[in-house]
């Protein structure tokens, strides 16, 4: 969190000695100076696309299926070695 404090605030001095430069850069230069910044700033940021968070979130979807799949085979496993060692006790004399 302090990194994205820092880059905020860095990013904020910027722009602000960009805009304080009392109208000497024209409009579209000024326009891309400020993307260039905003560019830069969000590049430093770890961030993802849309897509591959939502390839992602299938992945994980799909992995939770498959761990209660198999927490429920590792239930069912111990419920019968638990029922298989108690019969031949409860068979004996």
Do not use: C, I, Y
């Not at 230069?29 to 993307?35: A, G, M, S």
């Not at 897509?51 to 299926?65: A, I, K, N, P």
């Amino acid at each position: 969190m302090l990194a994205a404090k820092s880059l905020l605030d860095s990013l904020t001095s910027q722009v602000t000695r960009l805009l304080d430069n009392d109208g000497n850069l024209p409009h579209h230069e000024l326009e891309q100076q400020f993307k260039s910044l905003l560019h830069n700033a969000l590049g430093k940021l770890d961030l993802v696309s849309r897509e591959e968070f939502d390839g992602q979130m299938l992945v994980l979807q799909r992995t939770r299926q498959r761990l209660e799949a198999l927490e429920l085979q590792v239930q069912e496993l111990e419920q019968q070695l638990t029922a298989s060692r108690t019969k031949p006790q409860a068979e004996q004399p």
